[in-house]
């Protein structure tokens, strides 16, 4: 099967020397240069990564390295997004830009999905019997499922979410969120899990692509 990005390679390359800074972006931060270097080249691209060609400064010698997509990207209308996206990495990371500063807590509608699903299953947990069979159903369900299988599923539940907010905790140092606001976020991935994480890193995206283009 022919890679949809290798056989448009010769094009992007050629855009891609349009775009020297970036390239050397690439090279240093990706590949893990840390002496300076004078120019960079893209080689060659497909759906697996990109091989980088530079100079160092001072040298006439290239030298080649290869930079893999993480995860292959799976066809050509994912190069520009990608390349964007490293890009951005790469100058943030070089201190080239300065990450954009997320200020305002929002929370998205898919907490709704999550706080019904949560009512649901405290109300399975923690109901009593009733006379009444319609209003009997939590008893009956808790009864069927076994006591100790909830109490499973309260730690797997617990565990998760844990993990989702020591994520959205680490997300929020690397961007530098401000206190109130990253402890907003990460007490809210908390309690609604992975809805958070998604609105926020959809902000922390655009963001900085507006930063960027303001700088472009």
């Known amino acids: 099967m022919t890679d949809p990005v290798a056989s448009r390679s010769g094009f992007l390359c050629t855009y891609m ?40 400064k001072g040298t006439d010698a290239k030298k080649q390295l290869t930079v893999p997509f993480e995860p292959p990207l799976t066809g050509y209308d994912e190069v520009k997004p990608r390349l964007l996206s490293m890009k951005l990495d790469a100058e943030e990371a070089l201190g ?17 999905v999550t706080m019904a699903l949560l009512s649901a299953f405290v109300y399975v947990t923690f109901s009593v019997p009733s006379p009444s069979p319609s209003l009997n159903i939590g008893p009956r369900i808790r009864s069927a499922i076994g006591p100790k299988t909830i109490q499973y599923l ?20 690397r961007h530098s969120l401000r206190l109130v606001v990253g402890a907003k976020y990460v007490i809210a991935t908390f309690l609604f899990g992975m809805p958070v994480i998604q609105r926020l890193r959809k902000l922390i995206q655009d963001a900085r692509i507006d930063s960027i283009s303001k700088i472009h």
């Open 17 to 56: 020397s349009n775009h020297p800074d970036t390239l050397v972006a690439y090279v240093q931060h990706f590949g893990n240069v840390t002496a300076r270097v004078a120019s960079a080249s893209m080689v060659s691209i497909d759906t697996k990564g990109m091989a980088l060609s530079y100079v160092m």
């Open 96 to 112: 080239m830009t300065p990450r954009p500063q997320i200020t305002t807590f929002e929370l998205p509608r898919g907490v709704l």
């Open 154 to 173: 309260w730690i797997l539940c617990g565990t998760i979410h844990l993990l989702e907010a020591a994520f959205t905790l680490r997300l929020c140092i």
